[in-house]
């Protein structure tokens, strides 16, 4: 049990010593004197439009080309169901017409046919 608790220590302390080795190697960020004291922020106008990282690159046109393709779709719907909206006015304006022109036909010939077994009911 004591041999698990050493070697754990040892691993933890071996852990340390590295992290310790890795942030000496690390560059400290360079300061000039005028941004000595300042917080520098990303501008708030949005995501920043360029960058030297072509991960961060192509992660902002991906988003870019994203954003289109849902304008593009939401303008194609749109657009599908006015033409949707105009075509089914079109049908109803022609049954509406066609039902009317039977109207007037049937009016012409006397009214609807009379079958021999509806004239008792």
Do not use: C, H, W
Not at 98 to 104: L, T, V
Request: aromatic share 4%; net charge positive; no cysteine.
């Amino acid at each position: 049990m004591i041999e698990l608790r050493l070697k754990t220590a040892l691993a933890v302390a071996a852990t340390f010593a590295a992290s310790a080795a890795f942030a000496q190697m690390t560059p400290a960020p360079q300061t000039s004197p005028q941004t000595t004291g300042t917080v520098q922020t990303a501008p708030q106008d949005g995501p920043a439009t360029s960058s030297s990282d072509p991960l961060v690159q192509k992660r902002i046109d991906d988003k870019a080309a994203s954003d289109e393709y849902k304008a593009r779709k939401s303008d194609a719907k749109a657009a599908y169901k006015e033409e949707k909206k105009a075509a089914k006015a079109n049908r109803k304006a022609e049954k509406k017409e066609a039902r009317a022109k039977r109207k007037e036909a049937m009016s012409e010939q006397g009214g609807p046919a009379q079958t021999p077994n509806s004239e008792g009911k």
